[in-house]
């Protein structure tokens, strides 16, 4: 089954609420980095995933910090989730899986990705710390949550061990670019499945 629509490898989505204005222009080739968040921990993950990726990845972030940035996460992972689709046109032209174990000093994270329209998020992190900054860590997993469900990812994270929070999460961020750098890397024959389609 050969590629009928190719995909455009490339996407701009804007989500605009009463809590949040979003913004993200996504190229999963490569391209510049140019990241403006309101929370400084956040950014500083989100460019890891975009460098360990290989993803050329702009976005703005403004949201209802004066409340928490529960709603700005949860959101970011929205809007790129839709975007990450958004690339992959008929999902005909991705390797599909991907894999990796990344380690951040005495952290180490293990991420498994099949990007097959299938949403769904197997989460395992404990946080020794709950806050980085003033970062809340548990909202990790609502941005997770929020990108798998609208990417059409199935993502599976699981923190092995580690004992400081920064590096447990920046060694989860990177082992997701990594795992969908493979995954979405091109394929020229058609769709990665059994049944001929995704």
Not at 7 to 34: F, H, Q, Y
Not at 38 to 57: E, P
Not at 129 to 158: N, S, Y
């Amino acid at each position: 089954m050969t590629n009928s629509t190719p995909a455009p490898r490339r996407a701009k989505r804007e989500r605009v609420t009463l809590e949040t204005n979003i913004s993200v222009a996504i190229n999963l080739d490569g391209g510049p980095i140019k990241l403006s968040l309101n929370q400084g921990f956040f950014q500083h993950t989100l460019n890891t995933l975009a460098v360990y990726a290989g993803w050329g990845l702009e976005l703005t972030v403004e949201g209802d910090s004066q409340v928490d940035h529960h709603h700005s996460v949860e959101d970011t992972g929205l809007v790129l989730g839709e975007a990450l689709n958004e690339c992959l046109g008929d999902f005909s032209g991705h390797q599909r899986f991907g894999h990796s174990l990344a380690p951040m000093d005495e952290a180490l994270a293990e991420v498994a990705l099949d990007v097959s329209r299938r949403p769904y998020l197997h989460f395992e992190a404990t946080w020794p710390q709950p806050m980085t900054g003033d970062f809340d860590l548990c909202l990790v997993e609502e941005f997770w949550r929020a990108l798998t469900i609208k990417a059409g990812w199935t993502l599976h994270i699981m923190l092995k061990h580690g004992r400081n929070s920064h590096h447990l999460a920046e060694a989860m961020f990177k082992s997701v670019g990594l795992a969908a750098r493979q995954a979405l890397a091109p394929r020229y024959d058609g769709p990665f499945s059994t049944k001929g389609l995704l």
